[in-house]
């Protein structure tokens, strides 16, 4: 291990749609650097990066994964993240924390949505990224074509570096066109050459798109080069460094990591890529501040990853952000404001820890066993209790409501919930508190299995999903007035209560009003909030529809009592009975929740989001264009959008994406009510 302080640090991000080969590409990194003795394989679950027991299984990484190693007085931190939609929380959490991002795509598939996805979020963050073409040597791989499609779903700034030199079975190796020589491979040994003159069309024209993709970063060369002035080597190689340090130009490399055809160069550009680290953004009480990545400065670390290991524990993942860190620090967690002993530093390589003595801005390490931090939480000095900006997830788009197999296993189920969020902050649990259900909240189908599947194998809980009960609530149209009377005689004291009530409707989202306006005596003082109490639990049970009842005046005034018979029990029963027969007269309605719906989606697709939307009784408030995309915003039943993730990613071919919130309460239509009524009554039953 060499002194930390002296190597160049990377943090580089492997991201892309499934089965364009990030995984394949991360063992060929490592054993090309002798980081580990000989590649592993995905399908027969060697892999490094692929050790969870679910993606074993799946043959399919489901969670972000880190590999570090040391080559040439560079330390690499690879993040392999996952290729499927549904585990983009993982994505995202790379992405904070890279200083690159490596888009891998595949030479013989079309760039899909999932691509294009993670382009966005990247160009969102204004994070440097490179492509890497992989898979060169299939049968069906087409160089020319997927370049077409990276400039046709990325736009401007892609700049080809490199050409293959034969596709397919042919493959052999590639042509630096910055250069202009060959690159040719045999049994892992590059071998240079001058580019073959059978390819000097080809190479001419590629290279007009390099040039054409990296004059697009400075204003100056641009415009000479419409002139007509080509711009020198040396121009290009400053303006392509500049390009890709400002997020401008994107370059483009190829290869095959099966192979191992050019997957040297990939790791040789990563290293001419300037080391230098933007500033980070801390908050410090309502100040904004600027932290220098400087590794003699104070010590910050941000939490982006926790493993939960059965036999270990809690793992956490940390990007140190300034300063040294080295065993046993003690530092404060700025969210709970507690101390954590960092006792252990460690290097993983998958699931291998190895201890190292120290780690500086700009690393990346394990920690076990820290006490109470999660992603996203800030570890500083006391002195300095900094909070860094959170990590960004998006929203769930898919809840199914679970309940745990074995009777009594309750809160087992809630603990284990919690433990699994913590490794997965893609989800999001709630017990309802209106339904009385725990929801599992998740990116989609995949996710929400995967979940439950990690339940069972690593927390022993089983469970079975059942049907997501929506909270319907129910008012009243009109006011009413009625008597409740409860009047028992058991041999000894009896019990005795009367009031009279009346229920006048309020606005909606007024929520519950109670007006005492007894006089004389009536009802004793003391028997009113008996009275309410028992108003209240009438209302919470919601009379024969069952929905909880609200947005309703009640007021008391007038009852009777007896001297001796009459108790707080007695009054309470007697409001309830009094509010549940003013209720049915009060002609009650069922309120259904609306949620706010904002969808973005390509144009090309509106038209069928547009009527699906209507299909789930959608109200659309705007709908306005943006530069690549269109965004509708709408009000609609939430009940209608139980899968509309699943449903919207089928319309738009994966490109949809889309966020709800909770809106309003308002009347179910006429013509839906007994049917609701009926599906309620059969969940009952």
Known sequence: MHDARSLHVHKVALVGQPGAGKTSLVEALLAGSHAIARKGRVEDGTAVCDFEPEELVRHASLSLALASFEQDGHRFNLLDTPGLPDFVAEVEAALAVCDVAVIVVSATDAIGAQSEAIWRLAEERKLPRLIFINKLDHERADYEETLARLRESFGSGIAPLEMPLG??????????????????????????????????????????????????????????????????????????AKGVAEAKVFPVLCGSALRDIAVDRLEAFLCELSCCRHPVRV?????????????????????????????????SLLEVLSGTLRPDIQLVNTRTHAEER????????????????????????????????????????????????????SSPSL?????????????????????????????RIERNAE??????????????????????????????????????????????????????????????GVVHLRLEPLERGAGFVFVDQVVGGAIPRQFIPAVEKGVRRAMGQGGSLGFPVVDVKVIVDDGKYHPVDSSEASFEMAGALGFNEALEAAHPVVLEPISRLEVTVPARFLGEVLGDLNARRARVLASESGERDQQVVALVPTNELARYGIDLRSLSAGHGRFSTTHDHYEPVPVAMVERLLGREREKVG
């Open 167 to 240: 596709t397919g079975p042919d493959f052999t190796g590639v042509a630096d066109l910055l250069a202009q020589e060959a690159h040719r491979y045999h049994e892992g040994t590059s071998i240079l050459g001058p580019i073959p003159e059978a390819l000097a069309e080809l190479e001419s024209r590629v290279h007009d798109d390099l040039v054409e993709g990296i004059v697009v970063a400075d204003d100056a060369l641009m415009e000479r080069y419409l002139e007509g002035d080509v711009p020198s080597v040396a121009e290009l190689d400053a303006a392509l």
């Open 283 to 315: 908050r410090a009480g309502d100040q904004e501040l600027e932290v220098a990545p400087d590794a003699d400065g104070e010590p910050l670390a941000r939490v982006f990853k926790t493993i939960v290991d059965p036999f270990v524990g809690r793992i």
């Open 342 to 393: 960092l006792h252990v530093l460690e290097s993983l390589l998958g699931k291998t820890a190895v201890p190292v003595s120290e780690a500086v801005a700009g690393d990346v390490i394990a920690v076990p066993k820290l006490h109470d931090t999660r992603v996203g939480d800030t570890l500083a000095p006391r002195s300095a209790p900094v909070v860094c900006e959170p990590i960004a997830i």
């Open 399 to 427: 809840s199914v409501a679970i309940r745990p197999r074995t009777n009594g296993d309750e809160d087992k189920l809630m603990a284990a919930l919690q433990r699994l969020q913590e490794e997965d902050p893609g989800l």
């Open 435 to 496: 339904t009385h259900q725990v929801v599992l909240s998740g990116m989609g189908e995949t996710h929400l299995q995967v979940a439950l599947e990690r339940l069972a194998t690593k927390f022993h809980v089983a469970t079975d999903i059942e049907e997501l009960r929506i909270p319907y609530r129910q008012t009243i149209a009109q006011a009413a007035t009625a008597e409740g009377r409860h009047k028992k005689q058991t041999g000894g004291h009896g019990q005795f």
